[in-house]
Structures are given as C-alpha cells and as structure tokens.
C-alpha cells in the first residue's frame, strides 16, 4: 500500500503524520519505508534520529523529481510506503499521486487552509485520470482542544464539499513535537491521548 501525505500549504503537519504513521506500522511488525520528498528533510532527519533508539526501525529512501517509478519499486518490497511530500503543488506531489492508493491531506481549522482544497481537488483529479485507484482524504490536523470551539465542525462540513473526511482529529499536543524531536512517535509516548488519535487515525486509513 501506497500512502501519501500532501497539501498545497505548509505548516499542516503532514511531515507529524507521516512520520507517526510510520512509527505504529513498525510497532504493530510491519515493513514500512517512509520515502522523503520534501526538501526540508524532516522525514528523514527523524529517521536518523530513530536509528539512534531502541525503537523499531523504519527504513526512509530520499527522493526528489518525478517519484512515481521509485514509489512503486518500493510498494514490492515494503509492506507500507508513506510518501512525505512538501506543502505545495510540485512535482513530487503530482508523480506521487500516479503512484499512490491514498492521499491524505492534512488540514488546519482554519480558513487560509481550507480554501487550498480547490486546487488540491483540481490536482487529484487530474491524477485519477491515469490512476483510477487513488483515493483522496482529508484529516483536520492540530485542532483545537476546548471543547466550546466550533472551529472543527465548521471546518468538517466545508471540506466535505469536496472530498471525503476522516472521523478522526488529531489534536494540538506537544508530544507530537516532542516525539518528532527524539526519532519517535506518539506511540512510543506518554500522552496517552496522543496515542490514541493517531491510532485511530492509522486504523481508519489501513482500513479505508
């Protein structure tokens, strides 16, 4: 399984995802390659890191350009491969997506994000055009956690205008930094709620 992680912004903690997903497929024993496209290495540089614990491995391949071959030798010899793009339309977004089986999005409540899904829409199906299996999703990612915050609903029935939305949040927390920082994921944590949303994420995307 191909999954890549993909906006038309920064900022939206696709690099928390990926890197997250990555590390409760190693620790539920599966084989999982995170293949770093994104220029700000942050994937990779938290792969090192990782290398450095006691943690269980995630392989992480580097690549930039026109991905969509070396995506797909990695899906024959990977049991998962979470493709980390950069926050933008680019090249290795658009030659990911002919690749990929799933796109999650990752979204920020908050309207300056909201409105990329016209272009990130555009952009997908473009892609389906030539790789009719693709599925796209969008998950709201470092949501506010006050219960009275209407932000989140809002934001729920904008994007689902145009794309299928994930149940799950993951929420603001700062073990996801902490993690991130140390080569690990909320997994490995102590944030028990932090644990649990990204399981649940990563149970409602193998399972989509």
């Given at each position: 399984?191909i ?28 084989d ?18 990782r ?5 269980s491995?995630?392989?992480c391949?580097?690549?930039v350009?026109?991905?969509?071959a070396?995506a ?26 002919l ?22 829409s555009?952009v997908?199906?473009?892609a ?8 796209a999703?969008a998950?709201?990612?470092?949501s ?7 932000e ?5 029935d904008?994007l ?12 603001d927390r ?8 140390m ?13 649990n ?12």
């Amino acid at each position: 399984m191909i999954i890549i992680l993909g906006s038309q912004k920064g900022g939206c903690g696709k690099s928390k995802i990926a890197t997250n997903l990555a590390a409760v497929a190693a620790h539920n024993g599966r084989d999982v390659v995170l293949l770093d496209t994104d220029s700000q290495c942050t994937s990779a540089t938290w792969a090192a890191d990782r290398e450095e614990t006691s943690a269980s491995p995630v392989a992480c391949v580097q690549r930039v350009g026109n991905i969509t071959a070396t995506a797909k030798e990695l899906d024959t010899k990977y049991d998962l491969v979470i493709i980390d793009a950069g926050g933008r339309d680019s090249q290795e977004l658009r030659t990911g997506l002919l690749a990929a089986d799933l796109l999650i999005s990752p979204f920020k409540p908050s309207q300056a994000d909201l409105d990329t899904v016209f272009q990130l829409s555009d952009v997908v199906r473009q892609a389906q055009d030539f790789n009719t299996s693709l599925k796209a999703m969008a998950v709201l990612t470092m949501s506010p956690t006050h219960p009275a915050n209407t932000e989140i609903q809002v934001s729920k029935d904008y994007l689902s205008e145009h794309m299928t939305v994930l149940d799950c949040l993951l929420y603001d927390r700062k073990a996801y930094r902490d993690a991130l920082s140390m080569g690990l994921g909320v997994i490995e944590h102590t944030d028990k709620k932090a644990q649990n949303e990204i399981t649940a994420l990563y149970n409602e995307i193998t399972n989509a």
